[in-house]
């Protein structure tokens, strides 16, 4: 917790310079991304007693604003984990050792980036919601046979982390830190999990620009583009 906690002070006090320092090209201006990512999820204090860390993943959105010093990001974070099941539960007749577990978090967050020429660091938070799976076994003594089935639970959850992405030709190579708490405890504990995502981002204007004026967002990238 404390690792996750200086590094979330380090990148934000790498924005907070950026923003002191002044002057960039507006390369996000009325833009909507593609963000994808693959990486980790490490359970943070009890939560290491269930869980360990899997590769991981998102697919999300990052959308500026009409000021494109702030956005809005919609993602859903697909977060695996070998399992432990230290609890028992009463509607079966064993507990697990060792099998795999899934968190599908939808967080929808908001936050602020500083640009700075082809390099851009952001801060962002938000809410999520999502479902859990947690593995069970229903021993068939009497066909010799072990039955796994998936437990799933709706859950809610917060999110905040800082980034930065480096515009390359065509697109942006990113890394992303985040905490993810969800609400609901697995087992009677707490959840707890440090992100760390490597991605790229791909601009998706066109695209995004015919879905806002569906939904009818009001100044986030409708109108005149302009050119790079």
Known sequence: MKQFLLTLILLFTFWACAIAQGGADTIHYRKVYYWGTTGMG?????????LSPKFSGSIGLDISLKNPMFFVSPTLYTLSFKYKQRVADPNYAYRIEDANTSFYTFAFSGGIRKQMRRLNVYGFAGPGVGLTSEPRANVMADQKLIKME???HLNFSSKIGAGADYKFNGFFLGIELGYLHNFRKIQDTPVNIFTVMVGLKSDITQIGDKVIDVIGIDGSISGKKEKK
């Open 150 to 152: 998936n437990k799933n």
């Open 42 to 50: 490490f359970p943070i204090g009890k939560t290491k007693e269930i």
